[in-house]
């Protein structure tokens, strides 16, 4: 089990979820794949402008994907949660012969569905697809263990990954949480020393203290 770190301090983007769903419906789900999926899509309407997803915008989620991984199942894992959120009834859905496109169960989105089949409109028209585009891992890392993220520190970061390999930068994050030192400017401190002086090597017992710099046991 990977450990998670919490949430940092600032302002977050958070998912609006009706109290209905906590008080009456996750109590009734009892199949992972469900709930994983049903998530996932509310999550992706919350931050999209579409008031659908399209099934092969689904099968091209990484994060749903990698999600998904853990379910453990024999069958389509995505298939399977998107048939039984249909059949709760927490997602509506609408099929051509191409694609199929599901709807969160509020009013916008009974309202789009009931517009979309009023209109006959194909889902086959070309448009922006509702998934999000998985960022690159060091913001997710920086935002989990050191706070929210500004414009000036991912470009920093962005430079970062073409000096340091990931695994640096990620340990250098990890080693300034464990020092309460959670700020960009650690971390990257440390990744200087470790470019100018060499990583440290546990099997020569040479180890780093709190700032990076080397001391022997």
Do not use: C
Request: proline share 3%.
């Amino acid at each position: 089990m990977k450990l998670f770190s919490g949430f940092p301090d600032g302002k977050l983007k958070v998912t609006p979820l009706p109290n209905l769903f906590f008080s009456e419906v996750l109590a009734e789900i009892d199949d992972l794949a469900e709930l994983k999926v049903t998530l996932h899509v509310y999550w992706l309407l919350a931050n999209s402008k579409s008031r659908y997803v399209r099934e092969s915008d689904l099968r091209a989620d990484k994060v749903l994907l990698r999600s998904l991984k853990t379910v453990g199942t024999k069958n389509d894992a995505l298939a399977h949660g998107l048939d039984l959120a249909v059949k709760r009834g927490t997602l509506l859905s609408s099929k051509t012969e191409t694609d199929a496109v599901y709807f969160a169960n509020t009013e916008q989105g009974r309202t789009a569905l009931d517009k979309m089949r009023t209109n006959g409109l194909s889902l086959d028209l070309p448009r922006e697809p509702a998934q999000m585009v998985e960022r690159p891992n060091i913001f997710v890392l920086y935002e989990q263990n050191i706070g929210l993220l500004t414009p000036m520190v991912a470009e920093e970061l962005r430079e970062a990954e073409k000096l340091y390999s990931s695994d640096w930068i990620a340990d250098a994050i990890k080693l300034a949480v464990e020092n309460n030192k959670r700020s960009w400017s650690y971390a990257r401190k440390v990744l200087q020393r470790w470019k100018e002086e060499g990583r440290a090597d546990k099997k020569k017992k040479t180890w780093y203290d709190e700032y990076g710099k080397f001391v022997k046991r």
